[in-house]
């Protein structure tokens, strides 16, 4: 059984959203944090619930509805989302108010809002969908497992029409942290030249990216998901991936494109440096929405918008080996080098 990807929707830090224009006109941004280009939320939110919602719950929703729109669908029969920070802002805000109120009389929307799988219940409540809702929360692939979770539902037989979604989003104060630990860069970088210098650290990234995933073929699909697969501190990645291909029938000669997470630290991108991919055409996106757990949602959504359109943006071009409209995508994507994921995009 395929698994076609009918339709999605991007909020990043680029012009992603509500956009028919595929990644033309960059934001450059100079800094250490890239941060998302929100829409205008009353197009998809009641004004007045709007005040209530943190940012992550507001892009989710958005993201989610607007997907559900461009697939001419009005109810999912699955709402499943993928994230490992969750909702942080209303966390730091009930963690804070626990300290400054000593621990009396706290207000509960922020603890209420605070737990992972608000932005999926949110959407639920939102189109009154009483069906199957799940969230993952598995650090560098919460999104591969809530992708895996809606292809067994579809190959199942159990739904059709599934929203598969990954959100993140950061605060201050994890920021902060996070930069302490080494994780992001401690001087200010072009994002459009992140990989230009050799360095540690990386540029933060959030955002909200969600899909309808289905099981009938159509014209109108955007690509097909061929398959998903993820690897835990593998001892070589190289054999991991020939296998993977070898999995689905397929040589690394097969392979049109590959999309890599490089993310301009010299630590995580030595491990995409294979030579497997020598003669390979490249193509990097963390440069465009930064670094996030759930960052390989963005490099779906432009591996599928690269095979509906047939054209690679010359922006994340690493290196182009002159072929025709690429049929065959493979994403490899890792998470700090222990939480690593394969995806293959294919044409319709």
Same mark, same amino acid.
Not at 56 to 65: L, N, P, S
Not at 289 to 298: I, L
């Given at each position: 059984m395929k698994v076609y990807i009918r339709s999605s929707?991007?909020?990043?830090?680029?012009? =992603?959203?509500?956009?028919?224009?595929?990644?033309?006109?960059?934001?450059?941004? &100079?800094?250490?944090?890239?941060?998302?280009?929100?829409?205008?939320?009353?197009?998809?939110?009641?004004?007045?619930?709007?005040?209530?919602?943190?940012?992550?719950?507001?892009?989710?929703?958005?993201?989610?509805?607007?997907?559900?729109?461009?697939?001419?669908?009005?109810m999912p029969v699955a709402i499943i989302t993928g &994230?490992?920070?969750?909702?942080?802002?209303? =966390?730091? !805000?009930?963690?804070?108010? $626990?300290?400054?109120?000593?621990?009396?009389?706290?207000?509960?929307?922020?603890? $209420?809002?605070?737990?992972?799988?608000?932005?999926?219940?949110?959407?639920?409540?939102?189109?009154?969908?009483? /069906?199957?809702?799940? !969230?993952?929360?598995?650090?560098?692939?919460?999104? /591969?497992?809530?992708? #895996?979770?809606?292809?067994?539902?579809?190959?199942?037989?159990e739904a059709d029409n599934i929203l598969v979604g990954?959100?993140?989003?950061?605060?201050?104060?994890?920021?902060?942290?996070?930069?302490?630990?080494?994780?992001?860069?401690?001087?200010?970088?072009?994002?459009?030249? %992140?990989?230009?210098?050799?360095?540690?650290? !990386?540029?933060?990234?959030?955002?909200?990216?969600? #899909?309808?995933?289905?099981?009938?073929?159509?014209?109108?699909? %955007?690509?097909?998901?061929?398959?998903?697969?993820?690897?835990?501190?593998?001892?070589?990645?190289?054999?991991?991936?020939?296998?993977?291909?070898? /999995?689905?029938?397929?040589?690394?000669?097969? $392979?049109?494109?590959?999309? =890599?997470?490089?993310?301009?630290?010299?630590?995580?991108?030595?491990?995409?440096?294979?030579?497997?991919?020598?003669?390979?055409?490249?193509?990097?996106?963390?440069?465009?929405?930064? /670094?996030?757990?759930?960052?390989?949602?963005?490099?779906?959504?432009?591996?599928?918008?690269? $095979?509906?359109?047939?054209?690679?943006?010359?922006?994340?071009?690493?290196?182009?080996?002159?072929?025709?409209?690429?049929?065959?995508?493979?994403?490899?994507?890792?998470?700090?080098?222990?939480?690593?994921?394969?995806?293959?995009?294919?044409?319709?």
């Open positions: 929707s991007c909020i990043s830090a680029q012009k =992603t959203f509500g956009n028919e224009d595929f990644l033309t006109d960059i934001i450059e941004s &100079t800094g250490t944090w890239l941060k998302p280009i929100e829409p205008d939320y009353k197009e998809f939110i009641d004004p007045k619930l709007i005040r209530r919602m943190s940012r992550i719950i507001k892009m989710g929703v958005a993201a989610a509805k607007d997907c559900l729109n461009r697939g001419n669908v009005k &994230t490992a920070y969750g909702c942080m802002e209303d =966390t730091v !805000t009930f963690l804070t108010r $626990i300290v400054l109120d000593k621990e009396e009389l706290l207000p509960p929307t922020a603890f $209420i809002q605070s737990t992972h799988n608000t932005v999926a219940a949110q959407i639920a409540l939102m189109l009154q969908c009483h /069906e199957y809702n799940s !969230t993952f929360v598995h650090k560098g692939i919460s999104f /591969e497992s809530a992708l #895996f979770d809606a292809i067994m539902l579809l190959m199942e037989g990954g959100t993140e989003e950061m605060m201050d104060t994890g920021f902060k942290v996070l930069t302490r630990l080494g994780i992001y860069k401690r001087w200010p970088v072009s994002n459009l030249s %992140l990989f230009a210098t050799e360095s540690k650290g !990386t540029i933060c990234g959030e955002g909200a990216v969600f #899909f309808l995933l289905t099981d009938k073929p159509s014209a109108d699909n %955007l690509a097909e998901l061929t398959a998903v697969k993820t690897l835990y501190k593998p001892k070589d990645i190289e054999a991991g991936i020939i296998t993977f291909l070898a /999995e689905n029938s397929l040589k690394i000669d097969d $392979i049109d494109l590959i999309i =890599t997470g490089k993310n301009g630290d010299t630590r995580n991108d030595n491990v995409y440096r294979l030579s497997l991919f020598q003669n390979k055409a490249l193509a990097n996106y963390k440069h465009l929405c930064g /670094e996030y757990p759930t960052s390989s949602a963005f490099a779906l959504w432009l591996a599928s918008t690269i $095979i509906k359109k047939g054209t690679i943006p010359e922006v994340v071009v690493e290196k182009d080996m002159n072929k025709p409209a690429p049929k065959k995508i493979l994403i490899y994507n890792h998470y700090q080098n222990r939480y690593h994921s394969l995806m293959l995009v294919a044409g319709i």
